[in-house]
């Protein structure tokens, strides 16, 4: 099976977009409304105006100008940043972290490492595109969530875009129809497996679909506990998220609900973190110890739903590891020819290190690192404050979550946008509070008496580095 006839946002010859590119009219009307929407609403709904079509509008949809295909995301980011020119010095300093560096590094890893792998017009304009998508994204979404009120706020629109998307992916179950080919870019036929319909709504297959709600799942447990005038949102959207995970029949979504649950568990244990994650990796030394096979092949042992595919993604850890010397500097084309369906890169993290290289693996571990640390010391910086600490808590569980789901699938459609936005929220919840520490110097004091140094005071406060 060909992957870039099955996926189009695969294809590596367009500019992100398979040459048959098309555009439903609705969709540019959508489109066209949602630009004037942007220019015109106040700054505080330009998430609802950003978000709604990029997570609404199938990636299959393209528009064709000479030869290159443009995707309404790209539209939309360009009208996002041309409203932010327009405001000028009303736009907030987002400022600067290791996230940030980490996140800009990785995308320009990958973009430069694939397109000298490949040596072809084609990947040159394929990964401009790329990286035009990846950072302008992450920073029209780091734009608009940079305080606590743009975090709620994001989370609110996720849970009414969640809602939509679950009712109709339920829907979709019931009939073996997609209410969203409509729009274009997605089958109107359901996939079927073992008899079960994988709904996939306006995503390009069920596992993303899947994913999106079952990553969202904490972030509306934390909207539930820290917003209490939009409680009822929250209550529509964790019904709508499980649904989603549920009607995709996929396993990976549901192992992302419970690496969420699994989050949720340990935070009466939460100051004792170190020592849980010491423990799980002496674990997993004694069980590749005692095993017979490596202990990756446990994931081969998976299947929730009783059509998982959990030994291509086990053998595909496998392949990757023993063909190291393949992949480690430019990564590879070679993969298909590792064994079985070894084309489909179904888990994101073996798809970093063969489409990137080593390099681009380390850099993007080490965002998830830096997610991961952000969050700890922000916890700790709120402690005592329940609904923040535990707000936090639940973003950390919501980077778990898309942990989990990675070791499943790839993001390649609109799920990427859903990512990027929670690595937004991390840096907006973790920079929120080291405002403090522009107060932990005290003015020099002199005894006027004496005309002596009496002390300089520098206060110890708690805080988040940036």
Not at 144 to 168: D, K, P, Q, S, Y
Request: hydrophobic share 55%; net charge positive; with cysteine.
């Amino acid at each position: 099976m060909d992957p870039y006839s099955q996926f189009p946002s695969h294809d590596i010859h367009a500019f992100g977009q398979a040459p048959d590119a098309v555009v439903s009219p609705l969709v540019v009307v959508v489109v066209c409304l949602a630009s004037l929407a942007m220019f015109l609403l106040p700054r505080k709904y330009l998430i609802w105006t950003y978000l709604t079509p990029l997570m609404l509008i199938p990636m299959g949809q393209a528009m064709e100008a000479g030869a290159v295909h443009i995707r309404p995301m790209q539209i939309l980011t360009i009208v996002a940043f041309i409203r932010f020119i327009k405001d000028g010095s009303r736009i907030p300093s987002i400022g600067k972290s290791p996230l940030d560096r980490a996140f800009v590094l990785w995308a320009l890893s990958y973009a430069i490492i694939f397109t000298l792998r490949w040596q072809t017009s084609g990947a040159i304009v394929n990964q401009l595109r790329g990286l035009f998508d990846t950072i302008g994204v992450y920073y029209v979404l780091r734009f608009l969530i940079f305080n606590e009120e743009g975090v709620l706020r994001t989370i609110r629109v996720l849970a009414v875009l969640a809602c939509v998307i679950g009712v109709l992916m339920t829907a979709e179950r019931l009939t073996g129809h997609n209410p969203f080919a409509v729009l274009g870019g997605v089958h109107e036929l359901s996939e079927v497996r073992n008899g079960s319909v994988r709904s996939q709504g306006p995503f390009e297959q069920a596992i993303p679909a899947g994913t999106f709600g079952a990553t969202l799942l904490p972030l509306f447990v934390g909207l539930w506990v820290s917003d209490a005038k939009r409680r009822s949102l929250a209550m529509l959207g964790i019904p709508a998220a499980i649904a989603i995970s549920i009607t995709s029949a996929c396993s990976t979504p549901i192992l992302a609900v419970a690496g969420a649950i699994i989050a949720f568990s340990l935070w009466p244990m939460r100051r004792k973190m170190r020592w849980i994650r010491w423990g799980v990796v002496i674990v997993v030394i004694g069980l590749q110890i005692v095993m017979k096979a490596d202990v990756w092949w446990l994931i081969a042992r998976v299947d929730v739903t009783g059509s998982s595919t959990g030994w291509d993604r086990a053998a595909l850890i496998d392949n990757a590891i023993r063909h190291f010397n393949e992949w480690w500097l430019l990564g590879t084309n070679n993969n298909p020819n590792w064994g079985f369906n070894m084309w489909d890169l179904c888990n994101w993290f073996v798809a970093q290190a063969v489409q990137g290289g080593l390099l681009t693996f380390v850099l993007f571990v080490l965002v998830i690192v830096y997610g991961f640390r952000r969050l700890g010391r922000a916890r700790r910086a709120a402690s005592g404050d329940f609904k923040k600490e535990f707000f936090i808590w639940a973003v950390g569980a919501a980077l778990f979550s898309q942990v989990c789901s990675f070791f499943g699938t790839s993001y390649y459609d609109q799920t990427i946008v859903a990512w990027f936005a929670l690595l937004a929220i991390i840096s907006a919840v973790t920079r929120l509070p080291v405002v403090q520490r522009a107060k932990e110097a005290e003015p020099v004091m002199l005894d006027a008496n004496n005309l002596e140094l009496a002390g300089v005071g520098v206060r110890e406060q708690r805080g988040v580095e940036l």
